[in-house]
Structure formats: structure tokens, C-alpha cells
């Protein structure tokens, strides 16, 4: 028997006598004694010892006996508050625990934890007592056990210095303490400079964090600087390593014709790419046309496997990322610019390698047949979203002369999709329609902000890659192959309850039972809200009652789609899904996913969609936190300026106001000089207890910008007047207090 195998079976043994219940807690020499360990072999025995404690499996109490450790202790993800507090967040349970200050046994933010679950008497009276009322409704309060590994290693920041040491303040406000850095390791920093530290300790109850600086980015107010601050901070590779861009020199830059003598030739086909202008990465075209009562539409996407082949550099550092970040003005790309913007874009006049979904669609939206292949095709036309609108939309006579011989396959791609579209809409795919933010950067320099034109060629794209997405999916579902599906699933029961009270003050309602909800009743939602003020608002308050959709072996729907399969096949170069699914479907088509590569897929799956996942929320939260640092630094251009805005959400610190522009600040309480206000949990408003003035979500008021922090990230604004109404006059300084 090996070593280790040796080890293991003895640790098992240890354990075993641990969970026996005859079992009294020992000391380590009563173990000795008990099992008669020969001296030689009394250091394994404090090895097995030390690593059943670390594995969480046993813990060694004060009086030196070892326990086995209780059954109901689960490992998660430390999320700190600056208030001391925290939270757990546990995989596969949809609520977070709740840590309090005096229970976190000095975790720090992001760390993997071991927590036990409170029960009624060891929670704090408050909280007890909220429990037994109904108003919590699950068990959510725990102490931190055992702090397994620690989850950051840096912290970027803003460092202030003193005389002989200074202080990391950190970017991420979850972090709930400086960071102190010892004079010795500033690393050339002054004062403002944004930095990365190194945690050399993580502090206590009475020590702050330490670190030493390992990088300095510049200063904070340099804009240059906000981009990069986010990256460090979300441990987003930047730079390739050189090992792949070793393996770009094996990357043709034009597509070797002998490799395309076991492609289905397509090049003869009327075939375009519909994008934004700026867009370079071109990973799907679009081949449409009519034939004996049905219509043929060719989707096309990029054969990026063809060149990235698994387990490659290349295919190591796109697991790595993940998904390529957009980040307003900036790209961090998934694939190297050679294979991103060259051999893999479907660039107009020039042969590509790709994989199509070729659907056969009749006259009432249904999708017949369809067929999958590995093909060659030769785009006509590089089109943006804004031309093809003003072709199908506003039917611009310049525009249209441009493309006359495109004119008639834009008119029936938008034949099609309306065909497409109704049909999803007959099954209660929710289309939430709200304004997004368009930032334009000139310079290194926010110069606008505003919301984003959605155009109806946008949509057009959008139904033909559902259609294609959706048909992958349900062919290889039924082929019972393993395969990576976007799923999505109903929201939790408790949210959609709170919806309805909010929406309800808008004179809104939706049919719901407690236990069952169904899209379509969404969507009756979204449809009667459509062209109102309050579109924008309530769209985004339904969003947010829905739960992430993620990726997983298990193709069990997507709730938001009202689908009952659903995958991402259309954009291997900015995600790694894509690219995954396509090598599986690759390897299906030539007749090579023989038993062992499917028990390989099988293995790797479920590891490779839980990473895609937390890939792209790590991607979406770079995405926001830079668009809110853009937000910033625009409205820091504008103080002491007016604006128009709704309110969109209510506290007991206050009220925020999201602007006609998209840009959304916050109204302290303490700030609303003319009333002594109250926050109202049943009526989600501040309502004002001499003058009864109500603040309530959806409600139009004037606001003046009064101050923007760039630290922070955050954007105050002061109400000068709520509409049709005369200010009330300087009060008193008061702080809300809840209903």
C-alpha cells in the first residue's frame, strides 16, 4: 500500500472513532494511548490530526479534546460590511447568512469560511423576535466556525500617508478596515496615489489588516487610472502571458483552402454581419432567403475551436477570462487581437471557417428542421445596427440607395423576426425594454451620458440567435450528449410578493400564487407598463426580482425565455461557453464523441460551467463598477447643477433618484431640511410628519447635484422641489426613523 493511501486509511480510522457515539472527546496522548500509536508513528498521527481540523471534519476545543465537528456546519464565502457585520453566502442555498460583528471569529472579505447555523435562542432579541413574527421567514442567522482559506491576497486602493507608515484605503467598500502599510513598505507611494497592497496580516479585534504595496497604478483622479483600479481589484488578467502569444504564431492569417474540402460550401450565399460601428469582433452572420413556402435562415458563427484547440495556451487563458470585459471605452479581450479581430472575425470579403445552424422556418414562426455543419462562408456586407434601422425603420432614401441590393434581405430578415419574436412572446418570453447607458469617452474623458437608442435591427439579430441558441440546445439534449446550457429559474417566491406591492402603487398587478409563477404573467406586466412613465423604473424593479441565470450540465429551462431549452452557441470569441459547446458539437458531427471523450466532457462539465459562471459575474461587476466611476466622474462636471429625475428606490438613509440621463445619486434624509421624514416599509416612501409631503418610488422631483466622491463612487443629490409643489421652507436638520 502506498503512502498516501496509508495515510488516508488511518485518517478515516481517527474519524470513524470520532462519530462512533460511544465516543468521549480525548486528548491527543489518550488517542495515543487508547489506539497504542508506537512512538515512531506519532507525528502521522498529529499530521491526520491537524488535517482532519483543516478539512473541517473534527476541532480541538480549549481544554485540548479533540470533537468530531457538527453535521450541520457549511463552507461558504465570507462578505464583510464596514459595519463590523457580514454575510455567508453558501452554493446551491438561495438566501445569505447572517454574521453578527461579535460571530465572525475575525473573517476577512471574501474568505471561504465554515459557519454554523443559529437557532432562535442564540440570536439577538431584535432579530429573535423578527423570526417569530413572520418577518423572517427563513433561518438565516450563523457563526463563522473556522475560517478555511483566505480569499483575498490583494486590495487596491487609495493610499494616505503619515510621517513613518500610511494607510490603504480600499476601492472595494465591503472591506470594513484600512489597510495599514509600515513605512518601510510604501514602495515610492504618495499621498492619492491608487495602489495594489499585499495582506501580510489580517488583523483582529484590536490590530488593523496590514500590507505592504506592491504596485502603484497613479493618481485617483486621474481617469486613466479608473480602468485598471477595477481590473486588479477583480483579478481580471490584462496583459496575455507568453506562452500564448507563443502559440498565436501557429495561427494562420487567412484560411488554409484545404480546409475546406469537408466544409459545406456557403460562400455563394447573400450573407452579412449586423453589429455596432466600433464592434471588430465579428462572431456571427446571417444568410436569409425564401424557397418553396419556407424561409432558410443561415446563422454563422465564428469557428473559433478550429484554432483554439483544448488545453492549449491559448484555450488555458480563455477558461482563465472567461469572457471578454467591456468596460465602457476599453476591451479586455477573451482571445488574443489576432484571432479576435482577424482569422476568427467574420470580416466582409474574406474566407471564413465556421459552424452554422441552417433552420428551415414556416410562414408562422415554427422552426421545421434544421441542420448543424462545419462550413466555409464569404460575408458581403459589413452592416451597422444604425444602417439597417434606417433601412427597416425609418426607411432613409440615402441609406436604402446605399444597399439597393440588400434592401429586400433586410425587409424580410425583419418579416422573419417579427414571425419569431411573436412566437416567443405567445409562449411568455419576457422582453424587458429600459434604458441603458451610453457613455462616450473622448480623450480619456467622459464627454457624454445618456440612454442608450435600442433600434429594431438590434432586435432582429437578437431573435435570430435565440432561434439558433434554442435549437442547439433541444438537438443535443435529446441526443442525451453532455452539453453546457444557459438555464434560468423561476424567482423566489418571497420577491415576486414584494414586486407586487411595489408595482401596486403604480396601479399595476400581476396573478401570482404563492408557489407558482409563470413568465407570461411578467410579460402581461412589461406589455401594460410599455410607453408609460414609469416603463423604465418597473422594468428594472421586475429585473431585479429575477434570479442570475447561469450555466450547468443540467438543461432544466430558462424561466426568463419560457423555454424549456436554451444554450450560448453564438459567441465563442467573447465567452467561453460558446467555445466549449462548439468543440463538443465539432467532435459530434465527425463522429469522434465516442464513450470516452463523453465520460471526459462529463467530467469537466460541471467544474467548467460553475467557472463560467462566477467568470461572468466577475465580468458584469467590472462592467458596473467602471460604469459607475464614468457616472462620477460626469457628474463631478456638473455640481451645483439642476437636473430632472424619478425616484427609484426608498430607505431609512433616504431616497435615490435616477436622472433622465441614466445616472442615478442619492438624497440623504439628513439632507431634507423641510420636514421631520419618516420611512414608511409598507408604502416603500418618506413620508413627512408635519406636512405629510410623500417621497414615494416612481414620483418626478427637481434635484440639484451636490457633491460627487470618486472614492466612494457615489453621487449626492439635494431635492429642490417636488413637482407641483412649493418647498416648504429650511427646517431643522432631522434623521428618519422607520414606521
Not at 483575498?152 to 503619515?162: E, I, M, P, S, W
Not at 495599514?180 to 488593523?208: C, H, M, Q, W
Not at 477573451?334 to 479581430?341: A, D, F, G, H, V
Not at 431549452?565 to 461557453?577: A, Q
Given at each position: 500500500m502506498e503512502k498516501t493511501e496509508l495515510f488516508e486509511e488511518r485518517k478515516k480510522i481517527i474519524y470513524d472513532l470520532m462519530c462512533d457515539s460511544k465516543y468521549k472527546p480525548l486528548k491527543y496522548k489518550e488517542i495515543v494511548y487508547l489506539l497504542q500509536v508506537p512512538e515512531e508513528d506519532r507525528p502521522e498521527l498529529s499530521a491526520i490530526l491537524d488535517r482532519l481540523i483543516y478539512e473541517g471534519k473534527i476541532e480541538k476545543k480549549e481544554n485540548g479534546r479533540y470533537v468530531k465537528t457538527a453535521d450541520e456546519l457549511l463552507e461558504g464565502t465570507f462578505i464583510s460590511n464596514k459595519k463590523g457585520f457580514g454575510f455567508v453566502r453558501v452554493d446551491g442555498i438561495d438566501y445569505d447568512f447572517f454574521i453578527p460583528a461579535n460571530k465572525t471569529r475575525g473573517a476577512f472579505h471574501d474568505d471561504k469560511v465554515l459557519i454554523r447555523p443559529l437557532d432562535e435562542s442564540e440570536m439577538y432579541g431584535e432579530r429573535r423576535n423578527r423570526r417569530r413574527s413572520g418577518t423572517v421567514k427563513k433561518l438565516s442567522e450563523a457563526s463563522v466556525e473556522k475560517i478555511l482559506e483566505r480569499?483575498?491576497?490583494?486590495?487596491?486602493?487609495?493610499?494616505?500617508?503619515?510621517?513613518?507608515?500610511g494607510f490603504v484605503i480600499p476601492d472595494n467598500s465591503r472591506i470594513d478596515s484600512d489597510i495599514?502599510?509600515?513605512?518601510?513598505?510604501?514602495?515610492?507611494?504618495?499621498?492619492?496615489?491608487?495602489?495594489?497592497?499585499?495582506?501580510?496580516?489580517?488583523?483582529?479585534?484590536?490590530?488593523?489588516a496590514e500590507g505592504k504595496i506592491i504596485e502603484v497604478i497613479g493618481d485617483y483622479t486621474d481617469p486613466l487610472t479608473d480602468v485598471l483600479s477595477v481590473v486588479r481589484e477583480l483579478k481580471i488578467p490584462y496583459e496575455f502571458p507568453e506562452e500564448v502569444t507563443a502559440d498565436l504564431k501557429r495561427i494562420p492569417d487567412e484560411v488554409d483552402p484545404r480546409e475546406l474540402a469537408t466544409r459545406t460550401d456557403l460562400r455563394d450565399l447573400v450573407t452579412v454581419t449586423i453589429d455596432g460601428e466600433d464592434a471588430k469582433d465579428l462572431d456571427d452572420a446571417i444568410t436569409l432567403y425564401e424557397e418553396n413556402g419556407m424561409y432558410k435562415l443561415g446563422v454563422h458563427i465564428a469557428d473559433v475551436s478550429h484554432y483554439v484547440t483544448e488545453n492549449s495556451p491559448l484555450d488555458k487563458e480563455a477558461l482563465n477570462r472567461g469572457t471578454s470585459c467591456y468596460l465602457v471605452d476599453k476591451v479586455?479581450?477573451?482571445?488574443?487581437?489576432?484571432?479576435?479581430?482577424?482569422?476568427?472575425?467574420?470580416?466582409?470579403?474574406?474566407?471564413?471557417?465556421?459552424?452554422?445552424c441552417l433552420m428551415d422556418i414556416d410562414k408562422n414562426g415554427n422552426i421545421v428542421s434544421h441542420k448543424i455543419c462545419e462550413s466555409v462562408i464569404n460575408v458581403n456586407e459589413r452592416m451597422t445596427y444604425t444602417?439597417?434601422?434606417?433601412?427597416?425603420?425609418?426607411?432613409?432614401?440615402?441609406?436604402?440607395?446605399?444597399?439597393?441590393?440588400?434592401?429586400?434581405?433586410?425587409?424580410?430578415?425583419?418579416?422573419v423576426s417579427d414571425l419569431l419574436r411573436e412566437k416567443r412572446r405567445q409562449r411568455g418570453s419576457i422582453d424587458f425594454d429600459f434604458d441603458e447607458s451610453k457613455i462616450v469617452v473622448e480623450d480619456g474623458k467622459v464627454s457624454y451620458i445618456g440612454a442608450y437608442e435600442r433600434r429594431r435591427s438590434n432586435g432582429i439579430i437578437e431573435d435570430f440567435m435565440l432561434a439558433a441558441n434554442e435549437t442547439i440546445a433541444e438537438d443535443y439534449f435529446w441526443q442525451e450528449l453532455p452539453f453546457e446550457y444557459r438555464v434560468h429559474e423561476a424567482p423566489d417566491a418571497e420577491k415576486v410578493k414584494q414586486l407586487g406591492v411595489l408595482i401596486s402603487k403604480f396601479g399595476f398587478y400581476f396573478k401570482a400564487s404563492r408557489d407558482n409563477v409563470h413568465p407570461k404573467e411578467f410579460q402581461k406586466l412589461i406589455d401594460s407598463i410599455s410607453g408609460?412613465?414609469?416603463?423604465?423604473?418597473?422594468?428594472?424593479?421586475?429585473?431585479?426580482?429575477?434570479?442570475?441565470?447561469?450555466?450547468?450540465?443540467?438543461c432544466t429551462g430558462h424561466f426568463g425565455l419560457a423555454c424549456r431549452?436554451?444554450?450560448?452557441?453564438?459567441?465563442?470569441?467573447?465567452?467561453?461557453?460558446d467555445l466549449m459547446i462548439h468543440r463538443i458539437i465539432k467532435e459530434n458531427i465527425r463522429g469522434k464523441l465516442n464513450d470516452n471523450r463523453q465520460k471526459h466532457y462529463n467530467a469537466i462539465l460541471p467544474k467548467i460551467c460553475d467557472d463560467n459562471s462566477k467568470k461572468e459575474r466577475r465580468a458584469e461587476s467590472a462592467e458596473r463598477e467602471v460604469e459607475k466611476l464614468k457616472?462620477?466622474?460626469?457628474?463631478?462636471?456638473?455640481?451645483?447643477?439642476?437636473?430632472?429625475?424619478?425616484?427609484?428606490?426608498?430607505n431609512n438613509r433616504g431616497i435615490f433618484v435616477e436622472l433622465e440621463n441614466t445616472v442615478e445619486g442619492f438624497v440623504s434624509v439628513a439632507d431634507m431640511y423641510d420636514d421631520f421624514y419618516c420611512y414608511s416599509e409598507e408604502e416603500y416612501a418618506m413620508i413627512g410628519e408635519t406636512g405629510h409631503n410623500k417621497y414615494s418610488i416612481g414620483d418626478k422631483v427637481t434635484v440639484k447635484v451636490a457633491k460627487t466622491d470618486k472614492l466612494t463612487k457615489s453621487i449626492d443629490f439635494v431635492i429642490k422641489m417636488k413637482e407641483g409643489e412649493e418647498s416648504h421652507g429650511k427646517g431643522k436638520r432631522r434623521q428618519a426613523h422607520r414606521k
Open positions: 480569499g483575498l491576497k490583494t486590495v487596491v486602493g487609495v493610499y494616505q500617508k503619515n510621517k513613518k507608515f495599514f502599510i509600515p513605512g518601510r513598505f510604501e514602495n515610492g507611494a504618495k499621498s492619492g496615489d491608487r495602489v495594489v497592497a499585499e495582506l501580510t496580516s489580517y488583523g483582529d479585534k484590536v490590530r488593523s479586455i479581450p477573451m482571445l488574443p487581437e489576432k484571432l479576435s479581430n482577424g482569422i476568427c472575425s467574420l470580416n466582409a470579403g474574406k474566407d471564413r471557417l465556421t459552424l452554422s444602417a439597417v434601422s434606417a433601412i427597416v425603420e425609418d426607411r432613409d432614401p440615402e441609406t436604402m440607395e446605399r444597399y439597393s441590393e440588400l434592401v429586400p434581405l433586410f425587409d424580410l430578415m425583419l418579416e408609460s412613465e414609469c416603463e423604465n423604473l418597473v422594468s428594472r424593479m421586475t429585473l431585479r426580482t429575477m434570479k442570475q441565470a447561469k450555466y450547468s450540465t443540467e431549452y436554451y444554450c450560448h452557441f453564438t459567441s465563442p470569441i467573447r465567452r467561453y461557453p457616472k462620477v466622474e460626469y457628474m463631478s462636471e456638473h455640481v451645483g447643477e439642476v437636473f430632472q429625475g424619478v425616484i427609484s428606490g426608498v
